[in-house]
């Protein structure tokens, strides 16, 4: 019961964050202008969704570079004792983890501090995953919504219209039919973003307008409109879907691009190497290190599997994020090198004068 409460809340949440993105701040920004051009309403809405959040998380990010920078310098100085003591203890396992643990306390070193900031951003990662999808559900479904009621409209007036009254039933829902997907065509305007087509399809090969069961899917991480009938749904949108048969609704770019900046990212903000775990053989110790190395590119690889296969929204959300990141990331590590030479000046003056 616990579990399901649990997931009740999440879904609420989702749903809290998609009506923000989409009620209030993309309907805020559609109100300033008419025409968007290469760049669409929602992408700006997602850029300054994006920037907005960041700049709320920022003190975050700060402490999470300062605990790592620190976690660094601590882990310097105690590499000397721990080599010490592994040494001392040998196989003794429990007793190397007594003294590891007691090298620590003296230190104030923290080793669930060093994994807290990734949960932390994990969690962020995923309620606002959560949140774009819900907002991509409440865009497709009033685009639909709108679109099958126009199709409906000038379907029905055809076929009462006196003009079409000397033809056949065949022929007149015919022309019905064509005017419907006429109207439907002229009164579909998809919300791009420079190359993307549709930034609430993927950035990759499908059709720019999704299939009825693209369109109605649902499930862990989907943007599915329920109760929709996928037969209506493929009359009405047949049109637009051959219109766009064979097209690409993208080039892949945003997805290379967070591959890009999610590697560089990586590499910017390293991790402290982290002390053999007791009673480990050198041999261990090696596989733990490349196993270690192997999880720093788990989360560029998971990066691109979402950018791939989730809405080109959420992948601008993330090219955006990493874009921040990565920037910051250089910057903090330009700014402690240069705290850091000035610290090792003081202490080399310092010495030189003892």
């Not at 190397?96 to 080793?111: C, N, P, V």
């Not at 994990?122 to 679109?147: C, P, T």
């Not at 599915?224 to 209506?232: E, F, I, S």
């Not at 998971?302 to 990565?326: P, W």
């Amino acid at each position: 019961m616990d579990v399901i409460n649990l997931i009740g809340c999440f879904s609420q949440l989702n749903d809290a964050i998609g009506r923000l993105i989409y009620d209030v701040l993309f309907g805020w920004i559609q109100g300033w202008s008419s025409n968007w051009g290469l760049v669409g309403a929602f992408s700006v809405t997602v850029i300054m969704f994006t920037i907005f959040l960041k700049t709320i998380v920022m003190p975050f990010d700060v402490w999470q570079k300062q605990l790592t920078r620190s976690n660094a310098k601590k882990m310097e100085k105690m590499k000397p004792e721990l080599e010490k003591i592994t040494k001392q203890c040998g196989s003794n396992r429990e007793l190397l983890m007594q003294k590891q643990r007691a090298l620590y306390k003296k230190y104030k070193y923290s080793t669930f501090g060093a994994c807290l900031p990734m949960i932390i951003t994990l969690a962020i990662f995923f309620i606002v995953f959560g949140g774009f999808n819900s907002a991509v559900r409440m865009h497709n479904e009033k685009i639909y919504n709108d679109l099958e009621q126009i199709y409906d409209t000038a379907y029905n007036t055809t076929i009462e219209s006196p003009e079409y009254a000397s033809l056949t039933t065949a022929e007149k829902k015919a022309a019905a039919t064509k005017k419907a997907e006429a109207a439907v065509k002229e009164s579909y305007k998809s919300e791009s973003f420079f190359w993307t087509k549709n930034i609430f399809v993927p950035d990759n090969w499908r059709n720019p307008i999704p299939s009825s069961s693209e369109f109605t899917g649902s499930g862990w991480g989907k943007s599915g409109v329920t109760g929709v009938d996928a037969g209506k749904y493929d009359i009405v949108m047949s049109a637009l879907r051959s219109e766009y048969d064979g097209q690409w609704n993208g080039y892949l770019i945003l997805p290379i691009l967070v591959l890009l900046l999610n590697v560089a990212s990586m590499f910017l903000n390293k991790q402290p190497q982290q002390p053999a775990v007791a009673g480990q053989s050198e041999e261990q110790a090696k596989a733990q290190q490349t196993q270690m190395k192997v999880m720093q590119f788990i989360m560029p690889i998971m990066m691109l599997v979402f950018a791939l296969f989730y809405s080109a929204a959420f992948t601008l959300y993330m090219f955006v994020n990493s874009f921040i990141t990565t920037a910051f990331n250089l910057i903090f590590n330009i700014v402690t090198k240069r705290i850091d030479a000035k610290e090792k000046d003081q202490i080399l003056s310092s010495t030189i004068k003892k």
